[in-house]
């Protein structure tokens, strides 16, 4: 059990906004004047947590903070002599089983060897013969047909539900894989861009139990994988300053795996501490 005197914790916290607000004001700006981000509006869409709750700091377990008072507000905080700290066993109920459910997904996707060879497919499928792209306000790069033709000529190979769900009536058969929410802990995978994107989403479905700097890695990890993503897609970004990763050519699939292989070795620290966490609460 770490004690920390309130200059302290109250640095660490001011530092944690510091750190998202590089994100969550530039956010707020766009809304404000009604101006929507083909790339970053998804971290804060997509995934739910409010920018507010993104900002705010929690020293996560066994940590005593003096002079803590405001955090008892928030359930699962109590009182420990002078302090105020997290107490896992004082958490909502909801935790328990979202601690489950996250810990038996995060344990089988890192028992599996990673899949590198989808190439962002899964962005081409969700346009392929559509009568009009998801993402309206921006071009497709290589238009409809030629978009449609690519998909057409490279296999599909989609393992993650909330992408795949997204598919295309037309899509969907040509994927090799059927990917349902009932088999997400059979089909989830360390290679998979969205599985590492979802390890923000774990990691927020866990507050208050998890730590600022862990939210904070599991965000910033979610958007440098959500510009590969996009970048890899079908559209045509370049107005917005983002580079094609153009998977059409043998030179842009190799760009991709590279970096998603890059992303696969940053996730894995990240998802054995989320494991971890819910260890805490699990096993007590």
Known sequence: MVTLDEPGWRARAAEHRRRVERWTLPHRDRKRRRE??????????????????????????????????????????????????????????????????????????????????????????????????????????????????????????????????????????LNTFTPTREAQIAHEQPGCLHANMDLYKWAYKLLPLTPGDLLADCFELAVDVRELDMRASPYDLAAHGYPPVAIETAAGRAEYARSQAAFTTRAAPLRERLIQLCTTVLDG
């Open 36 to 173: 929507p981000h083909p790339v970053l509006d998804f971290v804060f869409t997509y995934y739910s947590l409010r920018p507010h709750r993104l900002e705010r700091w929690h020293p996560g377990p066994d940590v005593r903070l003096r002079g803590g008072d405001d955090y008892l507000a928030t359930p699962g905080y109590v009182r420990d002599g002078d302090a105020v700290r997290l107490d896992p066993a004082a958490l909502p109920d909801r935790i328990d089983s979202t601690a489950a459910f996250v810990r038996a997904l995060l344990t089988a996707t890192e028992r599996r060897k990673p899949r590198l060879g989808c190439f962002g497919m899964h962005e081409w499928a969700m346009v392929y013969r559509a009568d009009a792209p998801r993402h309206d306000a921006v071009p497709l790069r290589l238009g409809s047909a030629a978009t449609d033709a690519v998909v057409e000529s490279m296999p599909v190979q989609c393992t993650h539900h909330d992408a795949y769900r997204f598919f295309t009536p037309p899509a969907r058969p």
